[in-house]
């Protein structure tokens, strides 16, 4: 009966989910117009999910159905306010945890959009916490900023209890998702450097990955304008221009004010495709010398010739060796020397998704 009840509640959380991924479609949809343009863009967008289904339904069943995935965990009281964890098979000690907010154009933006990454670095005895928030129109720039950190916060004050290390602790952000954690980086260290009481330190956060992010909204306005995000929903969701110095961490950190914290952040990686179409590549250059401008650690990886979307979907998917993927974990667990000796040792990671499926979906992707 239990197992049952247990099923029951999957196959009902799972419609849920669906229902929420369907309506938050609808909702971009309505806030990007429905002219020709995007007409051809959703039908791109159809074929693009089409072609990579077999990789997306294997990692759908591991979401729904494993006992690794602690799905929707409360960290907050707004109603997005949730993140699911994905957990390593042993609990042989404290595992070092990855925070993951999502990307979605701040408009679809959802957890499970992390359920492959936390897939695979599940398999390396890494925890991942994949923190949902507000999207527009429910939320503007300043509510999912908030959402977020109120998630990292209950990760570093939390994680424990799940078997993960408070002490390291790594956040990692993906397109608009690398916007968001960027900017709950930044403002952390502020609030830090001025002697502001937080509910979390900076100091628990080893790293940031940042992976091909936007992080200076006055150069990116014209041209997401350009590619469809026009600027008045643009504005609405960053709360106007008055806000883009706020919520621009390659802009923010140049301040007077505000260079004592580049002391406290973390190192910073960076990770982009030289042929990014959404959000172009010099945007991770950018920031990468801005902070080492103001005596910050950082760095940008390029991969030649990689998209968008590249990095994090068709590469995984494709299984294998992946060089994003082992700079990560490499970082990750740098300095213990026995989860190094299992990462060269480990197999290679399966493919999901034929080949030509991936490269007929690269042609074809909207992003």
Same mark, same amino acid.
């Given at each position: 009966?239990?197992?049952? &009840?247990?099923?029951?509640? *999957?196959?009902?959380? /799972?419609?849920?989910?669906?229902?929420?991924?369907?309506?938050?479609?609808?909702?971009?949809?309505?806030?990007?117009?429905?002219?020709?343009?995007?007409?051809?863009?959703?039908? /791109?967008?159809?074929?693009?999910?089409?072609?990579?289904?077999?990789?997306?339904?294997?990692?759908?069943?591991?979401?729904?159905?494993?006992?690794?995935?602690?799905?929707?965990?409360?960290?907050?009281?707004?109603?997005? +306010?949730?993140?699911?964890?994905?957990?390593?098979? +042993? %609990? +042989?000690?404290?595992?070092?945890?990855?925070?993951?907010? &999502?990307?979605?154009?701040?408009?679809?933006?959802?957890?499970?959009?992390?359920?492959?990454?936390?897939?695979?670095?599940?398999?390396?005895?890494?925890?991942?916490?994949?923190?949902?928030?507000? %999207?527009?129109?429910?939320?503007?720039?300043?509510?999912?900023?908030?959402?977020?950190?109120?998630?990292?916060?209950?990760?570093? +004050?939390?994680?424990?209890?799940?078997?993960?290390?408070? %002490?390291?602790?790594?956040?990692?952000?993906?397109?608009?998702?690398?916007?968001?954690?960027?900017?709950?980086?930044?403002?952390?260290?502020?609030?830090?450097?001025?002697?502001?009481?937080?509910?979390?330190?900076?100091?628990?956060?080893?790293?940031?990955?940042?992976?091909?992010?936007?992080?200076?909204?006055?150069?990116?306005?014209?041209?997401?304008?350009?590619?469809?995000?026009?600027?008045?929903?643009?504005?609405?969701?960053?709360?106007?221009?008055?806000?883009?110095?706020?919520?621009?961490?390659?802009?923010?950190?140049?301040?007077?004010?505000?260079?004592?914290?580049?002391?406290?952040?973390?190192?910073?990686?960076?990770?982009?495709?030289?042929?990014?179409?959404?959000?172009?590549?010099?945007?991770?250059? %950018?920031? /990468?010398?801005?902070?080492?401008?103001?005596?910050?650690?950082?760095?940008?990886?390029?991969?030649?010739?990689?998209?968008?979307?590249?990095?994090?979907?068709? *590469? !995984?998917?494709?299984?294998?060796?992946? *060089?994003?993927? *082992?700079?990560?974990?490499?970082?990750?667990?740098?300095?213990?020397?026995?989860?190094?000796?299992?990462? /060269?040792?480990?197999?290679?990671?399966?493919?999901?998704? !034929?080949?030509?499926?991936?490269?007929?979906?690269?042609?074809?992707?909207?992003?």
């Amino acid at each position: 009966m239990d197992r049952q &009840t247990s099923l029951s509640q *999957d196959i009902g959380h /799972a419609a849920a989910e669906t229902y929420l991924i369907t309506r938050l479609a609808f909702t971009l949809l309505r806030y990007l117009g429905v002219g020709y343009r995007w007409y051809t863009r959703l039908i /791109a967008l159809v074929c693009y999910a089409l072609l990579l289904m077999p990789g997306f339904l294997q990692v759908a069943y591991f979401y729904f159905f494993s006992s690794q995935v602690r799905r929707s965990i409360v960290y907050g009281d707004q109603p997005r +306010n949730r993140l699911d964890l994905y957990l390593p098979t +042993n %609990n +042989n000690g404290p595992k070092p945890v990855v925070v993951f907010v &999502t990307g979605g154009a701040w408009i679809i933006g959802y957890k499970a959009w992390g359920s492959l990454l936390g897939l695979q670095l599940a398999e390396r005895d890494i925890i991942v916490a994949c923190v949902d928030y507000r %999207n527009f129109p429910q939320g503007t720039i300043s509510d999912m900023v908030k959402d977020a950190s109120q998630g990292v916060s209950f990760v570093c +004050n939390a994680i424990d209890r799940y078997g993960g290390d408070p %002490n390291r602790i790594y956040l990692m952000g993906q397109s608009a998702g690398a916007h968001i954690s960027a900017c709950v980086l930044l403002e952390q260290a502020i609030k830090e450097s001025r002697g502001e009481s937080t509910m979390w330190s900076v100091s628990q956060i080893k790293a940031y990955f940042g992976l091909s992010g936007g992080y200076n909204l006055f150069n990116l306005v014209d041209h997401f304008h350009n590619r469809g995000l026009y600027r008045s929903i643009f504005l609405s969701i960053m709360e106007g221009e008055e806000s883009f110095e706020q919520f621009s961490p390659e802009v923010r950190i140049k301040g007077p004010r505000n260079r004592e914290a580049a002391s406290l952040l973390p190192p910073i990686k960076l990770f982009h495709g030289t042929s990014d179409l959404s959000i172009p590549s010099d945007a991770s250059i %950018n920031l /990468a010398e801005a902070l080492k401008g103001v005596g910050a650690e950082a760095e940008v990886i390029l991969y030649e010739g990689k998209s968008h979307t590249d990095l994090f979907l068709q *590469d !995984p998917l494709r299984g294998g060796k992946d *060089d994003l993927f *082992d700079h990560m974990v490499s970082v990750i667990h740098a300095g213990d020397e026995e989860a190094l000796a299992k990462d /060269a040792s480990a197999p290679l990671r399966k493919r999901l998704v !034929p080949e030509f499926l991936l490269r007929l979906a690269r042609h074809i992707s909207p992003f």
